[in-house]
């Protein structure tokens, strides 16, 4: 399998909306990361739907490394 992307060596830190639905981007392809813009087609990659269940500020993944999708665990202070 072959590694996605990596857009950011560091976590996307954002405010999210409670009970709404988003699409993290796995592939690392995205113009809109960390969210999918739908470029993973014709890859071995698929988005990661999740929701929050209170309003606050989240670290998203954008190495594409983390152990932990869609949240970022800290590996890319590794790479």
């Known amino acids: 399998m072959r590694d996605p992307e990596m857009p950011a060596t560091s ?4 405010e999210l909306v409670p009970g709404e639905t988003y699409w993290w981007c796995a592939c690392g392809r995205s113009k809109a990361q960390p969210f999918c813009d739908g470029s993973h087609a014709g890859t071995q990659f698929e988005p990661i739907e999740f929701t929050v269940e209170r309003a606050k500020r989240y670290a998203l993944c954008q190495c594409k490394r983390t152990g932990g999708s869609p949240w970022c665990d800290g590996t890319h202070s590794s790479l």
């Open 11 to 14: 976590p996307a830190v954002l």
